[in-house]
């Protein structure tokens, strides 16, 4: 059986409110830290991942 790797993309519209700060998060609160440079107010989010399926394949 051909094994596939998918691509995944998330897109989401948030609304930063002023004096607040964009975090990341890894899954299970691994890891995360600040992302810098996101302004307040309107904003869309694009993330996007490749093979998060290989190792369920494997």
Do not use: C, T, Y
Not at 2 to 26: C, G, N, T, Y
Not at 35 to 50: D, E, F, I, Q, Y
């Amino acid at each position: 059986m051909e094994k596939v790797l998918l691509d995944h993309v998330v897109e989401v519209s948030f609304v930063l409110p002023e004096a607040r700060e964009m975090r990341w998060i890894s899954w299970a609160s691994e890891s995360g830290g600040p992302l810098n440079g996101v302004p307040s107010g309107n904003n869309r989010l694009r993330l996007s991942a490749k093979g998060r399926d290989q190792r369920r394949n494997d």
